[in-house]
């Protein structure tokens, strides 16, 4: 029972220590590369405003969509219901 939390423990230490040398390397890539990593971001964000705006625009009118024959569906079963 201790070996297997040892064992477990071990597991996660691993991973942790990976994080950080993940976190360090790519800071140090940060600092190194700070000019190509600008010009890659300047690069991108337009691309993904685009991308957004459009699945923004598409869900939009899905929503309309969906929206309008239940609201058309919805009316004449008031109507019905106030002049019983």
């Known amino acids: 029972m201790i ?13 942790l220590l990976g994080g ?3 976190l360090v390397i790519g800071v ?6 700070w000019a190509d990593f600008v010009l890659v971001l300047k690069g991108v964000i337009p691309i ?3 991308l957004g705006g459009a ?3 598409y869900l939009g009118i899905e929503e ?5 024959p239940a609201k ?12 019983s």
Do not use: C, D, F, Y
């Open 20 to 22: 950080i040398v993940a």
């Open 55 to 57: 699945l923004a625009i």
């Open 3 to 15: 070996r297997e939390k040892i064992k477990e423990g071990g597991e996660e230490m691993k991973i």
């Open 48 to 50: 993904l405003l685009v």
């Open 64 to 68: 309309v969509k969906t929206a309008s």
């Open 28 to 33: 140090v890539g940060l600092i190194g590369w």
């Open 72 to 83: 058309e569906e919805a009316a004449p079963q008031g109507e019905t219901e106030k002049k």
